[in-house]
């Protein structure tokens, strides 16, 4: 009782102190006091907003700064190591964040001012091909700078109840450079913290031996999800690749990325809409039964989808 009593005063001293940090109205969600609160383990498709709505919140930096920006507020369910990806839904739009969660209601000035950093921050030129970012158990760095680098920050242990503020942003700088670089929108994928809609394995969607080349006795399977996504044209779905723990942590994951992939190519192929896929590795982070025995571990080598629009 006291936790929460505390949660709730926190929530209402910072949206009183609206009136210190920006001393103007605000009318949108491109300001922390009007953060659209997430509440499912998917969120968007959004898009931030033209600007950075009545007040730049954060300008530390050069580098590190609000310019187009959308804000999301959300309370911890469960304690857990939280990640997520931020997925452009044309695949090219470099997003930025900054994730920080409200100690106080001090933080935000806190923060604006130097005197404490974010608890995470990824702002790297990621132009790739499908250009995510977000928190993985695989980054090591809680504050990725401007430039080229990694495009991912490392997850947060995070416990319940606590509330957090994510922030993303994208550069004027692609705007300067080329106006038709005006990004699409973007969705957010949580893992861990609210509970997951239910995936559906592809059970007999089989590869070569420690590769990501699908047998043909894979098509029949992967038709029947060809015509699933045919006569459902508001389908999209996330395709997740997982592995066994046999082999190392990185290896594993690159293949769960290369198999999901590999199913996306096959829907592409037979006329899907790429915009319609995502595809994730899992590597051997989400077993579904013991890697003790052979049994188990071949249960755990499997791809799965995951309806996230219909």
């Excluded at 929530?11 to 210190?20: A, P, V, Y």
């Excluded at 940090?21 to 953060?35: E, G, P, R, S």
């Excluded at 659209?36 to 969120?43: C, G, N, Q, W």
């Excluded at 037979?270 to 590795?281: F, Q, W, Y």
């Amino acid at each position: 009782m006291i936790i929460k009593s505390l949660v709730a005063f926190i929530g209402i001293q910072i949206l009183m102190l609206g009136n210190i940090f920006c001393q103007v109205q605000i009318i949108n969600h491109a300001d922390y006091l009007t953060a659209i609160d997430i509440k499912d383990s998917i969120v968007g498709p959004t898009n931030v907003f033209n600007g950075y709505g009545k007040c730049r919140e954060f300008f530390m930096l050069d580098d590190v700064k609000e310019e187009n920006s959308i804000w999301f507020r959300f309370k911890v369910n469960q304690d857990t190591i939280l990640t997520f990806d931020i997925v452009p839904t044309d695949g090219l739009a470099d997003y930025d964040f900054i994730l920080f969660r409200a100690y106080s209601p001090e933080t935000i000035d806190s923060i604006k001012s130097m005197k404490k950093a974010p608890d995470r921050v990824c702002f790297s030129q990621n132009r790739t091909k499908d250009a995510s970012t977000g928190l993985s158990q695989y980054a090591k760095n809680t504050i990725v700078n401007a430039g080229p680098g990694v495009a991912y920050s490392s997850a947060i242990k995070v416990r319940k109840d606590e509330i957090y503020y994510i922030m993303v942003t994208f550069s004027e700088m692609y705007l300067r450079q080329d106006p038709n670089n005006a990004p699409k929108g973007f969705k957010i994928y949580f893992y861990n913290n609210w509970p997951n809609k239910k995936p559906i394995v592809l059970k007999m969607v089989q590869f070569e031996n420690n590769k990501a080349i699908l047998l043909p006795s894979s098509f029949s399977e992967l038709d029947k999800l060809v015509k699933t996504l045919q006569q459902n044209s508001l389908m999209a779905i996330e395709i997740r690749g997982h592995t066994d723990n046999v082999g190392g942590k990185n290896s594993n994951l690159l293949l769960s990325e290369r198999r999901a992939k590999a199913i996306a190519d096959y829907l592409i192929s037979k006329g899907i809409d790429k915009n319609r896929l995502v595809n994730k590795g899992m590597g051997d982070t989400m077993p579904i039964a013991s890697n003790q025995t052979e049994e188990g571990r071949e249960k755990n080598r499997r791809v799965e989808f995951l309806i996230i629009m219909k």
